[in-house]
């Protein structure tokens, strides 16, 4: 591939999470060690992003479900980065032809019901030409999968032990864009929606007994914790986030690896004093109303023409006051706990999710061989299994706090 004329091209590169890409590149992207292009379906609209970020790129254009042009796009690129949802409708021919071309390949998806099909048609092939397809590179789920991986490491690095369960806890400001609504909303229509529930969703195999299933179960209910001090309540991103954090560890396991035995993982998000309860208890039943609503179709069609449509997202102010922080604890098999933290300023939809996946992609370019499993490993990977340490380092140094210690309190 060093004979491509690009490093990276960013598709979906007009739309508005595409656009915050495009500037995110132009910042930080080291001209020197990265070429680099943007695409999509509409030249206009890129040559517009392109003039109003102010850099000198290559334009390319094609639609993402016209396999040819798409594959004239990766053919010519090292690696492709998305943000053009819903991966659903759009996805299909870049992974195709990502997979065909042997082209590393991110993006900011949250549909696990496609991210399994992803792994029934590629897994093999992408494996053996050592391809590494990774989805769920924005806020969904690189907190998450993530800083378990760094837990769970500390905890068998520094401390000599094996994890037993990893507890993350979200807590965040910020607004959401049309385009990752328009992704959810359609994730209902997918004929897959029903495998939502599946714990184990994107796990290699999908055997698991009938204990291990009821071990890590969805949390459904608000509840106090004595570790935290205050109450928590089930995480509406859990869904997505447990699943690839959970693939992360039969990953690492079939590879020799394992986290430890019996490893469990659940998400959370936890609440401040005064009246935690009471927020704990009406988030936790506004979100129940709310996945009600997705699963009925009249009634989401009436809602869906009252929130914010693709292409538009929150102001600036919101985007830049916005902020995340996740607060993980991981209890090892013999006891010993240790705190993780990563948090950052900037809306987590947004500026969050921007960063993820550009220095996800700049990770794929510029670090390749110091990559978890060197330079050979590929196949439908996660962020913790296709990037690991190197994204966590790279986050720090582009300003994001990333931290574990076992005297840690967050």
């Known amino acids: 591939m060093t004979?491509?004329?690009?490093d990276v091209v960013l598709y979906g590169a007009s739309g508005f999470v595409g656009k915050q890409t495009v500037q995110y590149f132009a910042d930080h992207a080291p001209p020197?060690?990265?070429?680099w292009a943007i695409a999509g379906r509409n030249r206009q609209k890129l040559e517009a992003v392109r003039d109003e970020v102010g850099v000198t790129v290559?334009?390319?254009?094609?639609?993402?479900?016209?396999?040819?042009?798409?594959?004239?796009?990766?053919?010519?690129?090292r690696v492709i980065l998305t943000t053009a949802g819903?991966?659903?409708?759009?996805?299909?021919?870049?992974?195709?032809?990502?997979?065909?071309?042997?082209?590393?390949?991110?993006d900011i998806t949250g549909e696990t019901p496609w991210v399994r099909t992803l792994i029934d048609r590629y897994q093999t092939q992408a494996a053996a030409d050592g391809t590494r397809i990774i989805p769920c590179c924005g806020f969904d789920s690189v907190p998450s999968d993530l800083g378990t991986y760094l837990v769970v490491r500390y905890l068998q690095r520094e401390l000599g032990g094996l994890c037993q369960q990893v507890s993350a806890c979200f807590q965040g400001y910020g607004g959401f864009n049309g385009g990752t609504l328009a992704s959810v909303f359609n994730l209902y229509d997918l004929p897959g929606a029903a495998q939502l529930g599946d714990p184990f969703l994107l796990n290699p195999t999908r055997n698991h007994a009938q204990a291990e299933i009821d071990r890590n179960r969805d949390p459904q209910t608000p509840f106090f914790d004595s570790t935290l001090n205050t109450w928590l309540a089930p995480f509406f991103m859990g869904v997505v986030n447990t699943r690839i954090v959970r693939r992360s560890s039969a990953l690492y396991e079939e590879w020799q690896e394992p986290y430890g035995p019996?490893?469990?993982?659940?998400?959370?998000?936890?609440?401040?004093?005064?009246?935690?309860?009471?927020?704990?208890?009406?988030?936790?039943?506004g979100s129940a109303l709310f996945t009600g609503i997705l699963q009925q179709p009249p009634v989401r069609s009436l809602l869906q023409p009252m929130l914010p449509q693709p292409g538009s997202g929150p102001s600036e102010q919101t985007?830049?006051?916005?902020?995340?922080?996740?607060?993980?604890?991981?209890?090892?098999?013999?006891?010993?706990?240790?705190?993780?933290?990563?948090?950052?300023?900037g809306d987590p939809g947004n500026r969050a999710t921007v960063?993820?996946?550009?220095?996800?992609?700049?990770?794929?370019?510029?670090?390749?061989?110091?990559?978890?499993?060197g330079r050979g490993r590929g196949g439908i990977l996660t962020p913790a299994t296709g990037l690991g340490d190197?994204?966590?380092?790279?986050?720090?140094?582009?300003?994001?706090?990333?931290?574990v210690n076992p005297s840690f309190i967050g």
């Open 3 to 6: 004979d491509r004329p690009y």
């Open 32 to 35: 020197e060690q990265v070429r």
């Open 58 to 77: 290559d334009v390319l254009v094609a639609d993402g479900q016209d396999q040819p042009t798409i594959d004239a796009i990766v053919a010519q690129t």
């Open 86 to 106: 819903p991966f659903a409708l759009y996805g299909d021919a870049l992974v195709d032809a990502c997979v065909r071309f042997q082209t590393h390949y991110v």
């Open 262 to 285: 019996d490893f469990t993982y659940q998400e959370y998000l936890k609440f401040d004093e005064p009246l935690a309860w009471l927020k704990a208890t009406g988030v936790t039943a």
């Open 319 to 345: 985007m830049n006051a916005g902020w995340f922080s996740c607060e993980l604890v991981g209890t090892a098999v013999d006891g010993h706990q240790v705190r993780g933290l990563i948090r950052d300023q």
């Open 355 to 373: 960063k993820f996946v550009s220095e996800s992609a700049l990770s794929l370019v510029l670090h390749l061989d110091e990559l978890p499993g």
């Open 390 to 403: 190197v994204l966590a380092e790279r986050l720090r140094q582009a300003g994001m706090t990333i931290t």
